[in-house]
């Protein structure tokens, strides 16, 4: 069976063996160019999927953990309980500093002294202008050049990089029809962005389509 792809992920066949008089393939499970799990099948492609389902799932948690922006939790003076919180797209401007009295309420970024006191209404103005949409972490795995809001500095993405946001497999579930529907083409039309990088039929997205689809996605925010 031939090698393929699901998402971002590469699924390839490295060795072959008889155990038992049942051939099996060794199946590496790759994310770019480095390697997460392998699994010895004797099955179809369902069926090397199902095998390494379970590492494909822990190494995505990872990536989520580890590429989640900062959060912003909102405490009382007096009180370890948290009241709310935010994941971060930018930070407001805070200062070490420990709560006391002179506010009711305090903001500060998880794990850090960095903290400032708010009312209600500052801290619903923070979420607004600071507050990063539900799957930032996403971002947190393309290059600056693509997440660029620089027409200058920007590259279009590559099928790889599409394929982290967009079809079968993608971090965000999203199908390419729908993808398509969500920035206004035919999934026809869509297709060719999506296609392998230099097919024939693969053309670039422009650079407002891809931050359109990204806001849309809740990955980056226009």
């Given amino acids: 069976m031939e090698a393929f792809q699901i998402g971002p992920f590469d699924y390839a066949a490295a060795k072959s063996r008889t155990?038992?008089?049942?051939?099996?393939?060794?199946?590496?499970?790759?994310?770019?160019?480095?390697?997460?799990?392998?699994a010895w099948v004797a099955g179809d492609r369902a069926q090397v999927v199902e095998s390494l389902a379970a590492q494909r799932a822990e190494f995505v948690a990872k990536l989520g953990a580890?590429?989640?922006?900062?959060?912003?939790?909102?405490?009382?003076?007096?009180d370890a309980a948290p009241l709310d919180s935010v994941l971060l797209e930018?930070?407001?401007?805070?200062?070490?500093?420990?709560?006391?009295?002179?506010?009711?309420?305090w903001a500060e970024v998880a794990g850090t002294t960095r903290r400032m006191p708010v009312t209600l209404a500052e801290w619903a103005g923070i979420r607004a202008q600071h507050g990063a949409p539900r799957l930032a972490w996403i971002a947190g795995l393309l290059p600056a050049e693509v997440l660029?809001?620089?027409?200058a500095q920007w590259r279009a993405p590559t099928?790889?990089?599409?394929?982290?946001v967009v079809g079968e497999g993608s971090f965000t579930g999203i199908s390419g029809a729908k993808a398509a529907?969500?920035?206004?083409?035919?999934?026809?039309?869509?297709?060719?962005?999506?296609?392998?990088?230099?097919?024939?039929?693969?053309?670039?997205?422009?650079?407002a389509m891809w931050h359109l689809l990204l806001h849309k996605l809740e990955v980056q925010r226009v």
């Fill in 19 to 38: 155990l038992n008089g049942v051939a099996q393939a060794e199946w590496a499970l790759a994310y770019g160019a480095k390697t997460v799990a392998s």
């Fill in 66 to 78: 580890d590429n989640a922006p900062d959060r912003l939790i909102l405490r009382r003076w007096d």
């Fill in 90 to 105: 930018s930070w407001p401007d805070l200062a070490g500093s420990i709560p006391d009295d002179s506010s009711q309420f």
């Fill in 148 to 151: 660029s809001r620089d027409p």
């Fill in 159 to 164: 099928s790889w990089e599409l394929r982290h």
């Fill in 181 to 207: 529907d969500l920035v206004g083409v035919t999934p026809q039309n869509f297709r060719k962005y999506t296609a392998r990088d230099g097919a024939s039929t693969r053309q670039g997205m422009s650079f």
